[in-house]
């Protein structure tokens, strides 16, 4: 019997662009591998998502991206109605959304992290809280929303109490200058390192998502010992989360000592996406590693 798959998408945060690209080509890929496959633009009222998911699919892949679709909200709502989702459940999207927390545990497993503090806006606005230059950030959100770097010639503080619109708290993290790297899991086998570059000097939301904002290389042109480091690391970071299916951990290389940033528990599936890239280069096509992630899909509890 063929199975009956619901990929949702959209959504309601910051990344819903990307989130629409990312479920059209999930659904076109499992198409590829077979499946019997449904789209759902997912919007802010629970009640209309579970009359969408009836009749109740075999398995919903979860396409969406940043708050409310990545942060466990949507995975708790599968789990009381029992559908198997792709993706991590709602303890691990939750701590690896919010990056203090994920930050606690890395250092725990001796993954190295960046000094870092989580501030108020007012604090924010009453001075610098690390010497410059150090990274702003949202504490909870992905793709780069929201982040600046703050340089030792920029003029002024960068956010006021006012300016903020991510929530009360901001991170702010050492600058760690050099090389961005980056790991996909799949189960507990990491696929490869990628270094990205950008001319627009920050791999920011832009550089991300729009064509030749990056440029990808893969493998990365580290020493074996770096690039073995940054893959233990990152099936390390995937454990201590307690992620299943699919994660890919961000890493800043200073040329001495890797660093991690975070790690992502729904990666995008763009046509710029790294995980895709990645699956790629290890011999997994697109319509494999989608269909891989169907097949790995559960409920927590």
């Known amino acids: 019997m063929t199975r009956r798959v619901t990929v949702l998408m959209g959504g309601w945060s910051s990344e819903r662009e990307v989130s629409l690209v990312s479920g059209a080509a999930v659904a076109d890929g499992l198409r590829a591998s077979g499946f019997a496959v449904t789209t759902v633009d997912v919007g802010p009222d629970p009640r209309l998502l579970i009359d969408r998911l009836d009749p109740r699919p075999d398995v919903v892949f979860n396409a969406l991206h940043g708050r409310f679709g990545e942060d466990g909200c949507i995975q708790g709502l599968l789990d009381i109605l029992g559908i198997p ?113 950008t001319k627009r000097g920050f791999y920011d939301y832009d550089a991300k998502y729009t064509s030749g904002g990056s440029l990808h290389v893969i493998p990365a042109a580290v020493s074996r010992a770096v690039y073995d480091e940054a893959l233990e690391f990152a099936v390390r970071a995937h454990r201590v989360l307690g992620c299943r299916g699919v994660s890919r951990a961000d890493f800043r290389y200073d040329g001495d000592e890797l660093f991690i940033l975070e790690v992502n528990t729904q990666p995008g599936m763009t046509p710029t996406s790294l995980v895709p890239e990645q699956a790629k280069y290890a011999g997994i096509s697109f319509p494999q590693l989608v269909a891989w992630m169907v097949d790995k899909a559960e409920c927590d509890g």
């Open 85 to 197: 989702y792709t993706h991590s459940g709602v303890l691990a999207s939750a701590l690896a959304m919010n990056k203090a927390m994920a930050k606690q545990l890395f250092s725990e497993v001796s993954i190295p992290v960046a000094a870092h503090r989580v501030v108020s806006r007012e604090e924010m606005a009453a001075g610098d809280p690390l010497p410059r230059p150090y990274v702003v950030k949202p504490v909870s959100e992905g793709s780069s929303v929201g982040v600046r770097i703050v340089r030792d010639d920029d003029e002024g503080v960068p956010v006021g109490i006012d300016s903020w619109p991510y929530g009360a708290r901001v991170m702010v993290e050492r600058f760690v200058p050099g090389r961005e790297l980056t790991v996909a899991v799949m189960g507990d086998r990491p696929l490869a390192v990628t270094e990205i570059t």
